[in-house]
């Protein structure tokens, strides 16, 4: 079974920042586009940002200037850097493999950005 393993979620203060971390397996990560999704209370979940193999990237934008997505090869790897993080920014993010055909997903992180 293939399994996502996100770290990094927790309670920031707003304006702050936190970066998420998705470890994946080497024949996902290589050719999968990863991408992170979140789901707030009440609401769908929705893509935040996404990145591909060749590292094209694209985000939602209520996060363009604030988010960065990344990959790192060697480590299999997917970062969600997370700044000027505002309360509506609250929610559990979910780490996404896309393959097309087949998709996988973390177990989620909370992040909650209160005051």
């Known amino acids: 079974q293939v399994q996502l393993v996100e770290s990094g979620g927790g309670l920031v203060q707003p304006g702050g920042s936190l970066r998420l971390s998705c470890a994946a397996p080497r024949i996902i990560f290589r050719s999968y586009i990863m991408g992170w999704y979140r789901q707030a209370p009440g609401k769908q979940r929705e893509l935040v940002a996404a990145?591909?193999?060749?590292?094209?990237?694209n985000y939602t934008d209520s996060v363009k200037g604030r988010f960065t997505i990344s990959r790192d090869n060697a480590k299999n790897t997917v970062y969600l850097q997370m700044n000027s993080l505002k309360p509506e920014d609250t929610a559990v993010y979910y780490c996404?493999?896309?393959?097309?055909?087949?998709?996988?997903w973390g177990q989620g992180t909370q992040v909650t950005v209160s005051s």
């Open positions: 990145i591909t193999s060749g590292g094209f990237t």
């Open positions: 996404n493999a896309d393959g097309l055909v087949f998709d996988y």
